[in-house]
């Protein structure tokens, strides 16, 4: 069979090529079996003695020879075609990455302000709207052109939207529906590496934490006051752990670790952010018997209040093997820091005294009664409709909104 051994070679390697290679001809496929999916390649040489293939969501990148020995000129060959198909990748990541950053602008200009959202009641946050606002599913739809689907099923009702950003731009927006499903925007790469932030991003900052989720991170920043960016998902932590660290490479790094839901142990990938940049790593110690369901720093909140939670973090340690020293490292050869945090598709015109920790707290069960209601810690928040800037108006110890400086909290 014609092509049988190049075909092989991806079939050892995990993948499912195309029904039909045709010699010379560069070929996509789905290497995760959904539809639309096209991040495998091949290419099969004209003279079907050699071949190249490679999944870029992996970053598996392959050459096939019929002979063992091949000649120099199809090593060239089989080089030129490589860097021919990361040529092609860039541009086609720079074009989607473009589309989505478009997409997450209007969606946002055409939201509103998130008011009463039953996914932040449940999880006893409240966030300013200089870090969240809300649209309809219907009104998502209609400039997408499709409906955000999570798992499968499509989100329903009111959406949160909340901007995720990647080197001072943000890159796309992550929806939660009412009943707590979450996605971001389609756009392949568009969240790797980067992260949603509690507020503008700070000049610099003594204490930061990095969790998993948006309501953990959170609830980690109402429980201590310190700036947080939330990752996500528990495979992206190292990659934002890195960024923050080469952003910040005097901070204090927090990993506040989800547990695993059936040992209650801090999932391996936080542990491994934490080594990896010499951060502190905390995760929640439920009181008596925790319920599988309960595996983040929210659940810890919402069960047993923050004061647990601030204690865990402030006295979370650096887990053996990594270390504050090696973490620094990772900053020596940083390159110019990229930008105050920008929103989308631009650069940040934060102004001086942005606030750090947008979030707002809502009164526990005991103090349901309460007419003032929730007390917001980013009441002050103020954002342009048209995607301006965003800033505080209070006063920090006493003076006028200044230049951020190092220990700066709001409570």
Known sequence: MMGAGFRAAMEAHGLKPPTNIIPGRLHRFSTNGKRGDDAGWCRQFPDEQAGVFGDWRSGLSEAWFADDAPTQATRAEIQAAIRAMQIEREAHLATVAAETARKARELWLAGSEAKQHPYLLRKQVDLCAVVVREINARAVRE?????????????????LMLPVQRDGVVATLELIDESGRKCALRGEGTRTGAYWATGPMPEETVHLIIAEGVATTASCCLATGWFGVAALSVGNLERVALAMRERFPLADLVIAADVDKSA????????????????RLAWPVFAGTRLESQSDFNDWHVAEGLGAVK????????????SAASGMKIAQNAGKRPETGGF???R?????GAARVALARLPSAGQADNPRGPQRIGQDCVVDPHGGDSFDRRTVAGRQPSTPRPGDRYE
């Not at 209650?264 to 951060?279: D, F, H, I």
């Not at 204690?311 to 990594?322: I, M, N, Q, R, S």
């Open 311 to 322: 204690t865990a973090l402030e006295t979370a340690e650096v887990p053996a093997g990594g």
């Open 264 to 279: 209650g142990l801090p999932m391996p990938q936080a542990v491994a952010a934490a080594r990896a940049v010499g951060a």
């Open 348 to 352: 940040s015109r934060y102004r001086a």
């Open 143 to 159: 400039i997408l052109g499709y409906l955000p689907a999570a798992r499968g099923e499509a989100l329903q009702g009111r959406l």
């Open 344 to 346: 989308v598709g631009f």
